[in-house]
């Protein structure tokens, strides 16, 4: 699971306990001889000199030996200075995603989040203004990469515009449910997996005041926590129930987060 309720900023020791292949200096050993190595550490300073600093940091685990150390990454990034004060008191700051590897596979790529004070939880935005921002390691340079954030900057007012909008949505109750099965929908896509309707009532579970009623806002970051955290059960393809597990791999987290979100907004149409 992405943690996105993390308020410290961290220090480069932190970051390097939580993932070592960030300060890498040297790219691996298969790359092709045009590649130019840019290590994520030389992003993360150029970020702090725009305001934007370290939250959290993670890599997957490498499934060999030879790219150990050079694996894909993740950097979560906050700019105290910027924030969307939406209706209700309901803060929210927003976060740049910044994902990458040293093996010559994957550009740099900056994807949109939000921070929810409420309820300390973290969304991915999903919507045709804010696809991902890549950025190759050929001919990086700083002012592209201010250039690229600044972008991303002028486009939150359309987060607020688009949160506002859920948060003056009412759900019908038949509208609700169909919310809940559409996101678990979600979930298990792809798998032999399963679920009953005391799945449904269980991702509706309220964790908090602030997220009781039935605003599309308020309903989505109930649903979309509880999927994301594992409160629900499930059925395997052998009819056994299980409890879900929390999502702790980043990629999975990102992909899954963005799609909810994208779905949610439907029902904002």
């Not at 939580?18 to 300073?45: L, M, R």
């Amino acid at each position: 699971m992405l943690d996105l309720e993390k308020s410290e900023f961290l220090n480069d020791a932190q970051i390097k306990e939580q993932a070592p292949c960030v300060f890498n200096e040297k790219p691996s050993a298969e790359v092709s001889k045009h590649y130019t190595h840019i290590p994520t550490s030389k992003v993360i300073n150029d970020m702090r000199t725009l305001g934007w600093d370290v939250v959290d940091a993670k890599e997957v685990k490498a499934r060999k030996n030879s790219t150990k150390g050079f694996q894909k990454h993740l950097v979560v990034f906050r700019n105290p200075d910027v924030q969307i004060d939406g209706k209700g008191g309901d803060t929210v700051f927003p976060q740049v995603l910044l994902t990458n590897s040293h093996d010559g596979k994957n550009a740099f790529t900056f994807t949109a989040g939000l921070f929810r004070m409420i309820c300390e939880n973290g969304l991915v935005i999903s919507t045709t203004q804010f696809e991902d921002v890549k950025m190759r390691h050929m001919g990086y340079s700083f002012e592209e990469l201010q250039v690229k954030i600044k972008e991303m900057v002028e486009k939150l007012p359309l987060t607020v515009e688009s949160m506002n909008k859920m948060k003056e949505i009412e759900l019908e109750e038949e509208s609700i449910v169909n919310l809940a099965k559409d996101l678990l929908d979600i979930r298990v896509k792809d798998t032999n997996n399963s679920y009953k309707n005391e799945a449904i009532d269980e991702v509706l579970t309220t964790q908090r005041k602030e997220d009781e009623g039935n605003g599309l806002w308020e309903v989505f970051n109930t649903i979309q926590e509880n999927i994301i955290n594992g409160n629900f059960h499930y059925n395997t393809e052998g009819g056994k129930e299980r409890q879900a597990r929390i999502i702790k791999n980043f990629k999975q987290d990102i992909d899954l987060n963005r799609k909810m979100f994208a779905k949610a907004l439907e029902y904002a149409c």
